[in-house]
T-cell receptor, first 113, second 113 residues
């Protein structure tokens, strides 16, 4: 099955700096890559996703890039704010259907004011 | 409350107890899921229900027993659990099994003594 690795496990940045979280996947047939954000004590929420037919997607301060050849994708957060502090999970899926999502181990991002 | 609600938020139980976790979704979705979230591990998919029919069971021990009486409610019945079952149990729903976006509940933090 799919294996998703996520790095780093923890990340601290100064407010206003950028943060980058990277994930690799093993199944070349994976074609859907979502990112979930989980604030402390709260539920995971989808923040952005990308499909394999595009290389980059942006939504305000967050962006995701995908390199299909290298089988890795990254989350980029610019101009970080304290409310960006959370655990971020990447995931990969080779076919339609949430039951086929394979998650990474998560990255705890801390934005220092 | 709208979205996905889970009760209880916290549960402490002994290994010989029987308890149930409850999940309710108010989104009109047709698919519901149980996930297990342990520290430093990926989210683990336990069960998937689509239109009240169990469609996936990822080799979960029989001490976990799901029940989906209708498309809005999902239960996880627990009996004779082990300390290693202590984790955050997350319920999620999606439009249908073929729709990737998951809406999570806030979870039940389970401690098995």
């Amino acid at each position: 099955g799919e294996n998703v690795e996520q790095h780093p496990s923890t990340l601290s940045v100064q407010e206003g700096d950028s943060a980058v979280i990277k994930c690799t996947y093993s199944d070349s047939a994976s074609n859907y890559f979502p990112w979930y954000k989980q604030e402390l004590g709260k539920r995971p929420q989808l923040i952005i996703d990308i499909r394999s037919n595009v290389g980059e997607k942006k939504d305000q301060r967050i962006a995701v890039t995908l390199n299909k050849t290298a089988k890795h994708f990254s989350l980029h957060i610019t101009e970080t704010q304290p409310e960006d502090s959370a655990v971020y999970f990447c995931a990969a899926s080779r076919q339609t259907g949430a039951n086929n999502l394979f998650f990474g181990t998560g990255t705890r991002l801390t934005v220092i004011p | 409350e709208t979205g996905v609600t889970q009760t209880p938020r916290h549960l402490v139980m002994g290994m010989t107890n029987k308890k149930s976790l409850k999940c309710e979704q108010h989104l009109g979705h047709n698919a519901m899921y149980w996930y297990k979230q342990s520290a430093k591990k990926p989210l683990e998919l336990m069960f998937v229900y689509s239109l009240e029919e169990r469609v996936e069971n990822n080799s979960v021990p029989s001490r976990f027993s799901p029940e989906c009486p209708n498309s809005s409610h999902l239960f996880l019945h627990l009996h004779t659990l082990q300390p290693e079952d202590s984790a955050l149990y997350l319920c999620a729903s999606s439009q249908d099994r073929g729709h990737e976006k998951l809406f999570f509940g806030s979870g039940t933090q389970l401690s098995v003594l």
